[in-house]
């Protein structure tokens, strides 16, 4: 699968739409949902093209890589959700419903979150 140069996230990086940014250095983006399923939910995306989880595992820089990582933790401090607890979540292909085919880590807090997965 090619990436996709023109979906929301890389409009967004572009900006060519408006965002409600919360990080940004020189590989990480990061802004609220516009859709929120919590009182904090956040999206953080790399700048770079990368489809999925496992494109950017396999393509990403170590650079890149260490910077998402240190970026998802930063954020979830910032936003005080290191305490009462959060949830990181990445949705990779038609099963997992991701809806983006641009990478991007999905942080969840300031409620209970229950189980994750509902059983079938």
Known sequence: MAYDSNNIF????????????VYEDDHVLAFRDINPQAPTHVLVIPKGAFISMDDFSQNASDAEIAALVR?????????????SGYRILANHGRDANQEVPHFHVHIFGHRPLGPMLQRE
């Open 10 to 21: 890389a409009r967004i990086l572009r900006g060519e739409i408006p965002n409600d940014t």
């Open 71 to 83: 970026a998802v933790g930063s954020i979830a401090r910032d936003l005080g959700v290191v305490q």
